[in-house]
């Protein structure tokens, strides 16, 4: 299952109890699809850019929740009932790209290994040649080490 982060930003005015409520919610949603809920963040009351307007007036601040899960692919779908919760201001989720399962790190570090070894040592991170001055100082420096 792919990992996704739902981000939600809730009014600056809702207490830990419905905010805790919410979070529940949403994790229960998450277990009755097989998934798993892999951390909750709480980033506390920010600024925002803007004022978003909602029934009860502007909101220039808010409450940033971040819910990271390993949910399957049609679950966003299944979240449609947020966007009739009062409590909210916004809500987005968000696959995560290029994550590596602990299965998959052998396989990826055996091909750094290979890439690192297709180049030469003093040419890994030289850049281009454009004949500057830092190529007499690195045979001076290997001329000194021989001798």
Known sequence: MPLYDCMLLLKPHVDRERL?????????????????????KSFGTI????????????????????????????????????????????????????????????RNDDFLRDEFTKHPKNTLFRGDDSGDESDDYEEADNEKITE
């Not at 009860?56 to 979240?79: A, I, N």
Request: hydrophobic share 35%.
């Open 47 to 106: 600024q925002l850019g803007y004022g978003i307007r909602k029934r009860d007036g502007r909101h220039y601040e808010g409450k940033l929740m971040q819910m990271t899960m390993m949910v399957p692919p049609s679950f966003h779908k299944d979240l449609h009932y947020l966007n009739a919760e009062e409590r909210l201001l916004r809500w987005i989720v968000v696959k995560h790209r290029d994550v590596n399962f602990s299965h998959e790190y052998g």
């Open 20 to 40: 805790a409520d919410l979070v529940s919610r949403i994790g229960k949603h998450v277990y009755t699809r097989k998934g798993v809920l892999t951390d909750i």
